[in-house]
């Protein structure tokens, strides 16, 4: 069975920095595309990164240059590594990977606040 497991997140000042860290398990993701996205309160979840199994990575216009994902196959792990955090990046952060269906892990929160 997949699971996804997100930790990293936290409370953090505009400016600031946060590692998001995916754990998967259930299945062998080396040759899958793994995605971050988030969810601001009181708007829909969107994407925000995704990165593919040969690690060419995309983002949204508003996080390109602050955000890099980035995966470790060998350890199963996706990660996102958030600079110059602005509060409007305020949000529960999910991984997905999309494996026969879509998985979700539970989301972790970060809050950017002075």
């Known amino acids: 069975q997949v699971q996804l497991e997100e930790s990293g997140g936290g409370l953090v000042q505009p400016g600031g920095s946060l590692r998001l860290s995916c754990a998967a398990s259930g299945s062998n993701f080396s040759g899958f595309t793994m995605y971050w996205h988030r969810q601001a309160p009181g708007k829909s979840r969107e994407s925000v990164a995704y990165i593919t199994p040969d690690g060419a990575t995309t983002y949204i216009d508003s996080v390109e240059g602050r955000f890099t994902i980035s995966r470790d196959n060998a350890k199963n792990m996706l990660y996102d590594h958030m600079n110059n955090l602005k509060t409007r990046d305020t949000g529960i952060y999910y991984c997905?990977?999309?494996?026969?269906?879509?998985?979700w892990g539970q989301g972790t929160q970060v809050n950017v606040s002075q």
């Open positions: 997905k990977v999309v494996v026969e269906k879509v998985y």
